[in-house]
């Protein structure tokens, strides 16, 4: 009886921390916005224990790791040595619950990096706010374009200081954009490999082009030209070599804007794919964009969303 009142009396703390969607065509490593599908990470320390214990729940049973390696754990362990909190690593329970698809594009190592320090902090007693949350998450994950989204909100604009410290800038936007996910099931692409197919340099004038896109979607958004975002997310810098990755891609992008997508863009670096639109045409969009990953063998799970301006809950 003693022992199971004593497990009924451990302290449990969560987070639920968001999907993101990363570059959004033109900004690579810049652009990030967050969307209202959530992981929801639950941890206590068992004192009985000799070793941590990581149950895994929904769309990543079977899939994301349940030993030391687990992503979470890792952050955890990482944050608990550079924030010097006291947390028994052996004894603790991860119960990590996974509703965001695990296809690639959609901020899955951000979610464990933001989720991992939120618990250690809260195992540890630590107060952490979002600002400092932002600065280690950044630093751990080595770019902010989805840490920054993952946290605030919104449509986020990141960047490097004249310190090499990490900032953000919240966009404006309506908050009648509707954004569509296409998750592939049955296909993945990673991260590493997509970021090792890009050139190690480029032109003058393929900078430029960048440079004038990201400043256009900028605009286009804050002054609500939706007409100018399809301009704005023709990008040279990274989707023309990923798309080589991702079967049907062009195609995918050509469909969207055939059924009034705004934008239609990677997610990320994909495999996930997305495009701005208004909610009457979102459902064509879906329709014709399902029929071309049948067309190519592939199983794709896809959502409409409004923007999700909260971030991380914890």
Known sequence: MGRLIALKDIK???C???ATSANL????DIFGLSLPLYNKYVAYINPELKKPTIIVRGLGKGIIETNEVNLVYQS???AAKYLKLKINLKQIVLDLSYAIPLCGGLGSSSTAVVGGIILACKLGNKQITKDQLFNLASKLEGHPDNVAPCIYGGICSCFKDAKNTFQYLPLNYKKNLKIVINCPINFQLKTAK???ILPQSYSR???VHSIERVTLFINALNNDHRHWLKESVIDKIHQPYRAKLIPGFNEIVKASYQHGSYAAFLSGSGATTAAFCNNKDSKNICQAVKKIYQKHHLN???YVFSI????VIY
């Open 205 to 207: 004038a393929d900078l």
């Open 308 to 311: 999700n301006a909260k971030g």
């Open 12 to 14: 449990k703390v969560c």
């Open 194 to 196: 997509a970021r090792a």
């Open 16 to 18: 639920k921390v968001p």
């Open 76 to 78: 955890i362990k990482t």
């Open 300 to 302: 794709v799970k896809q």
């Open 25 to 28: 065509g033109s900004g690579f």
